[in-house]
């Protein structure tokens, strides 16, 4: 679904308390279908606690958040399926889901939400090969019957793993990893291995693809690289991209839209440009000089 | 030269100190164990004898060992690592790596057989029975929880209690209903790995120590359950008459229509252990090929994705509660096999059979030979299981230690040392690198390092 302006996913009156604590607090935002939103914030502003609502390892203490497949009429049915108590449902122009109602696997498997870690996480004894081919399990589940036909020999699983095996090889190609594809994940440097997380989390065939500081720990050239990947991600596959990032040069280069957090509430949301110079970000994120602290703080009615 | 020759003196010196060391070391460890031997005498009191000549015969041993591997083994493992590593792929290496498994089956096969035609019909019985069928029991339950300890990386310490499940399923349906071996075998199966699930469901939340504290009670409740179920289960006398297995209908006794007769041969028991053999043989061929072909399926990688990272796991859509109970179930699935097999063999079963031990001994082969390979699972057996009854055969060290040495007394002693040497010199396992499920170029094998030992 190509970049027309309608909304992917709708996250309404989102809040997460831990025990006292309210880490997201009242947090409203769409993210637009096919383009990269990026979601900024001091560190504790509650930017993971998002993600992990949204993809299901947290259940959001209130809140809705609506992930839309298909065609934006589907949204119509937005308040009919909240009522029905039902986690999503599927028609003919698209399908709806309601991600704070389902188990993270599931979010991944039926809402087609993939995401990547901030401390990277993947399978480190497992070749990069075989990374990707744990990312299409369940294709390939349901292609060995489930595994009996599989233990027999069924020639349709060996085509379904070939058709895996090349979805992996192309995307080992686009991420620069081909000739490293039968050595240990673990093995690899730390850029290759933030690449191969999006690598895999795209060979989940996602629709919403979330991305935990993509950025942390790369040098420039790998930075520059890795805005190149997203935005194929974006305008070849016509993906929605949500990503948490720290690096400006990330952030403001390849995002269509910024969302600013601080203390779990959203202070600011809009085009980079007028989020780089509203002053409760520049107060609250990129930091004023000392001297000028009261004279912001008065601004922005603190 | 002159430097070579000082530093050989220094190296004796030093290799000197070590053994007497080592020697000392021995002396206050094996004083208790070795030196004092305790006995009830003839009018049923406990007496205190002392063995020295037999403490300082070990002790001697130990501190020779200590200086052989100070002086000789330190220096040349040294020199090795010096000498530039050769690793241009060879002929004759290849060679071997294609044809070792094929070579080791056809090996295995021919074990019995060469054995018959060797020792006769009366040396043969204890040759195939004790070093054949056992350890070939002791593999396929290895195999079997190779898969949720290797694989899934879930520390199972009850597994026994399928092994019991699988052993009592037969005895009790078998002479409940009169149904034959070959029913019975999938059928124990299907019941162990019930309660393989059964257990899987409440320690699906569960990690690393407390799964193994969890799976270790399931074992002792299962076990207990046999012994106070004593109206199903008759308890520690055990189930005893337990039908045995038939060739295609015909049994091993001395009847006219039993084995021997129908095929002209003279009766001898040792016809039912051959056959014994090659039936514990089919059935952990049969567990050894589905787990290799289940770990080039999505549901193997599954399994080995869930060992590395449960959490990346589910973000990839994976259902890690099925996951984990397909892999207890699968494991639970072969031990109910074996049970099952055991009870045929046997024709006697009792709670005794399926003590914690017999847990520790399966989870220490899969852990010895390497968690997740099949080939360290086979060694890890051999020695284990092979050693314990080898140990019976050491009469010639009666005339060295003297008549009343016994050399199967040493049995904990030889485990515990094999034990602290394998954690010493391969922590990871006898054969800790790991084949990838597939691959683009090569097949690289993958060197312990990065392989998570799974916490879950």
């Given at each position: 679904?190509?970049?027309?302006?309608?909304?992917?996913?709708?996250?309404?009156?989102?809040?997460?308390?831990?025990?006292?604590?309210?880490?997201?607090?009242?947090?409203?935002?769409?993210?637009?279908?096919?383009?990269?939103?990026?979601?900024?914030?001091?560190?504790?502003?509650?930017?993971?606690?998002?993600?992990?609502?949204?993809?299901?390892?947290?259940?959001?203490?209130?809140?809705?958040?609506?992930?839309?497949?298909?065609?934006?009429?589907?949204?119509?049915?937005?308040?009919?399926?909240?009522?029905?108590?039902?986690?999503?449902?599927?028609?003919?122009?698209?399908?709806?889901?309601?991600?704070?109602?389902?188990?993270?696997?599931?979010?991944?498997?039926?809402?087609?939400?993939?995401?990547?870690?901030?401390?990277?996480?993947?399978?480190?004894?497992?070749t990069v090969l075989?990374?990707?081919?744990?990312?299409?399990?369940?294709?390939?589940?349901?292609?060995?019957?489930?595994?009996?036909?599989?233990?027999?020999?069924?020639?349709?699983?060996?085509?379904?793993?070939?058709?895996?095996?090349?979805?992996?090889?192309?995307?080992?190609?686009?991420?620069?990893?081909l000739d490293r594809a039968d050595d240990p994940?673990?093995?690899?440097?730390?850029?290759?291995?933030?690449?191969?997380?999006?690598?895999?989390?795209?060979?989940?065939?996602?629709?919403?693809?979330?991305?935990?500081?993509?950025?942390?720990?790369?040098?420039?050239?790998?930075?520059?690289?890795?805005?190149?990947?997203?935005?194929?991600?974006?305008?070849?596959?016509?993906?929605?991209?949500?990503?948490?990032?720290?690096?400006?040069?990330?952030?403001?280069?390849?995002?269509?839209?910024?969302?600013?957090?601080?203390?779990?509430?959203?202070?600011?949301?809009?085009?980079?440009?007028?989020?780089?110079?509203?002053?409760?970000?520049?107060?609250?994120?990129?930091?004023?000089?000392?001297?000028?602290?009261?004279?912001?703080?008065?601004?922005?009615?603190? | 030269?002159?430097?070579?020759?000082?530093?050989?003196?220094?190296?004796?010196?030093?290799?000197?100190?070590?053994?007497?060391?080592?020697?000392?070391?021995?002396?206050?460890?094996?004083?208790?164990?070795?030196?004092?031997?305790?006995?009830?005498?003839?009018?049923?009191?406990?007496?205190?004898?002392?063995?020295?000549?037999?403490?300082?015969?070990?002790?001697?041993?130990?501190?020779?060992?200590?200086?052989?591997?100070?002086?000789?083994?330190?220096?040349?493992?040294?020199?090795?690592?010096?000498?530039?590593?050769?690793s241009e792929p060879?002929?004759?290496?290849d060679?071997?790596r294609?044809?070792?498994?094929?070579?080791?089956?056809?090996?295995?096969?021919?074990?019995?057989?060469?054995?018959?035609?060797?020792?006769?019909?009366?040396?043969?019985?204890?040759?195939?029975?004790?070093?054949?069928?056992?350890?070939?029991?002791?593999?396929?339950?290895?195999?079997?929880?190779?898969?949720?300890?290797?694989?899934?990386?879930?520390?199972?310490?009850?597994?026994?209690?399928?092994?019991?499940?699988?052993?009592?399923?037969?005895?009790?349906?078998?002479?409940?209903?009169?149904?034959?071996?070959?029913?019975?075998?999938?059928?124990?199966?299907?019941?162990?790995?019930?309660?393989?699930?059964?257990?899987?469901?409440?320690?699906?939340?569960?990690?690393?120590?407390?799964?193994?504290?969890?799976?270790?009670?399931?074992?002792?409740?299962?076990?207990?359950?046999?012994?106070?179920?004593?109206?199903?289960?008759?308890?520690?006398?055990?189930?005893?008459?337990?039908?045995?297995?038939?060739?295609?209908?015909?049994?091993?006794?001395?009847?006219?229509?039993?084995?021997?007769?129908?095929?002209?041969?003279?009766?001898?028991?040792?016809?039912?252990?051959?056959?014994?053999?090659?039936?514990?043989?089919?059935?952990?061929?049969?567990?050894?090929?589905?787990?290799?072909?289940?770990?080039?399926?999505?549901?193997?990688?599954?399994?080995?994705?869930?060992?590395?990272?449960?959490?990346?796991?589910?973000?990839?859509?994976?259902?890690?509660?099925?996951?984990?109970?397909?892999?207890?179930?699968?494991?639970?699935?072969?031990?109910?096999?074996?049970?099952?097999?055991?009870?045929?063999?046997?024709?006697?079963?009792?709670?005794?059979?399926?003590?914690?031990?017999?847990?520790?001994?399966?989870?220490?082969?899969?852990?010895?030979?390497?968690?997740?390979?099949?080939?360290?699972?086979?060694?890890?057996?051999?020695?284990?299981?092979?050693?314990?009854?080898?140990?019976?055969?050491?009469?010639?060290?009666?005339?060295?230690?003297?008549?009343?040495?016994?050399?199967?007394?040493?049995?904990?002693?030889?485990?515990?040392?094999?034990?602290?040497?394998?954690?010493?010199?391969?922590?990871?396992?006898?054969?800790?690198?790991?084949q990838p499920s597939l691959f683009l170029g090569a097949r690289k094998t993958i060197?312990?390092?990065?392989?998570?030992?799974?916490?879950?």
């Amino acid at each position: 679904m190509a970049r027309d302006g309608s909304t992917a996913l709708r996250i309404e009156h989102l809040t997460m308390r831990f025990g006292g604590l309210v880490a997201v607090n009242d947090l409203s935002f769409d993210v637009e279908r096919g383009a990269i939103t990026a979601m900024i914030g001091p560190n504790g502003a509650g930017k993971t606690t998002v993600f992990n609502c949204i993809t299901g390892f947290y259940k959001p203490s209130e809140g809705r958040i609506a992930l839309q497949h298909g065609d934006a009429s589907a949204w119509d049915a937005l308040d009919n399926l909240t009522a029905s108590g039902r986690r999503g449902m599927t028609r003919a122009d698209g399908a709806l889901f309601l991600l704070e109602r389902m188990p993270d696997y599931l979010v991944a498997q039926q809402a087609r939400v993939a995401r990547t870690f901030q401390n990277i996480r993947l399978f480190p004894g497992m070749t990069v090969l075989e990374n990707l081919l744990v990312a299409q399990h369940n294709r390939l589940m349901v292609a060995s019957g489930y595994t009996l036909l599989g233990v027999l020999g069924f020639p349709s699983y060996a085509a379904a793993e070939r058709a895996a095996v090349e979805t992996a090889r192309q995307w080992l190609h686009r991420v620069g990893l081909l000739d490293r594809a039968d050595d240990p994940a673990g093995d690899l440097p730390y850029g290759a291995q933030r690449r191969l997380e999006i690598a895999r989390a795209m060979c989940t065939d996602p629709v919403l693809l979330c991305l935990d500081e993509p950025a942390a720990g790369l040098n420039p050239r790998e930075s520059a690289e890795l805005n190149d990947l997203l935005r194929v991600i974006r305008d070849e596959f016509s993906i929605s991209i949500l990503l948490i990032e720290h690096d400006m040069s990330v952030v403001m280069n390849i995002s269509d839209r910024v969302v600013v957090l601080d203390y779990g509430v959203k202070i600011a949301d809009g085009q980079p440009e007028a989020v780089r110079n509203d002053a409760k970000v520049i107060a609250a994120y990129l930091g004023v000089a000392d001297d000028e602290v009261p004279k912001v703080e008065a601004e922005v009615g603190l | 030269m002159a430097a070579g020759a000082q530093g050989e003196r220094v190296g004796l010196g030093a290799a000197l100190r070590a053994a007497s060391l080592t020697g000392l070391i021995a002396f206050a460890a094996l004083l208790p164990l070795i030196g004092f031997l305790t006995a009830v005498n003839g009018s049923n009191e406990l007496t205190l004898t002392t063995r020295w000549p037999l403490l300082f015969a070990f002790v001697a041993i130990i501190a020779a060992c200590r200086f052989i591997h100070a002086f000789a083994i330190v220096p040349w493992l040294a020199r090795r690592a010096l000498r530039p590593v050769r690793s241009e792929p060879s002929a004759s290496r290849d060679f071997i790596r294609g044809w070792f498994i094929p070579f080791a089956i056809a090996a295995v096969a021919a074990y019995p057989l060469a054995i018959f035609f060797t020792l006769g019909t009366n040396g043969g019985q204890k040759w195939i029975d004790n070093f054949g069928v056992q350890i070939l029991i002791y593999v396929m339950l290895g195999w079997g929880l190779n898969i949720v300890v290797g694989l899934a990386g879930l520390l199972d310490l009850g597994y026994v209690a399928f092994y019991a499940v699988g052993a009592y399923s037969y005895a009790l349906l078998a002479q409940t209903f009169g149904l034959s071996f070959w029913v019975l075998l999938p059928l124990a199966g299907i019941l162990s790995s019930f309660w393989g699930i059964m257990l899987g469901f409440p320690v699906l939340r569960l990690r690393g120590d407390y799964l193994a504290i969890v799976t270790l009670a399931f074992g002792e409740i299962i076990r207990l359950i046999l012994i106070n179920w004593t109206a199903l289960t008759n308890g520690y006398a055990g189930i005893s008459g337990i039908p045995r297995p038939t060739f295609f209908g015909i049994p091993f006794n001395a009847n006219d229509d039993g084995f021997a007769a129908v095929f002209g041969l003279q009766f001898s028991p040792l016809y039912r252990v051959i056959f014994l053999y090659y039936l514990i043989l089919g059935l952990a061929l049969l567990t050894c090929f589905v787990t290799v072909r289940l770990r080039r399926l999505p549901i193997g990688r599954a399994w080995e994705a869930l060992r590395e990272d449960e959490i990346a796991c589910r973000s990839l859509g994976i259902n890690t509660t099925n996951t984990k109970l397909t892999a207890f179930a699968m494991g639970a699935m072969f031990a109910g096999f074996a049970g099952s097999f055991f009870a045929a063999r046997e024709a006697f079963i009792s709670p005794e059979s399926f003590t914690f031990i017999e847990s520790a001994t399966i989870v220490a082969i899969v852990v010895l030979g390497g968690m997740g390979s099949q080939i360290g699972v086979v060694i890890a057996a051999i020695v284990m299981i092979g050693g314990t009854e080898i140990l019976r055969e050491l009469d010639f060290l009666k005339s060295i230690f003297g008549p009343t040495f016994d050399p199967t007394q040493y049995r904990m002693l030889l485990f515990g040392l094999a034990m602290v040497l394998i954690m010493i010199w391969r922590p990871r396992g006898l054969i800790a690198t790991r084949q990838p499920s597939l691959f683009l170029g090569a097949r690289k094998t993958i060197a312990s390092d990065p392989i998570k030992q799974g916490r879950g």
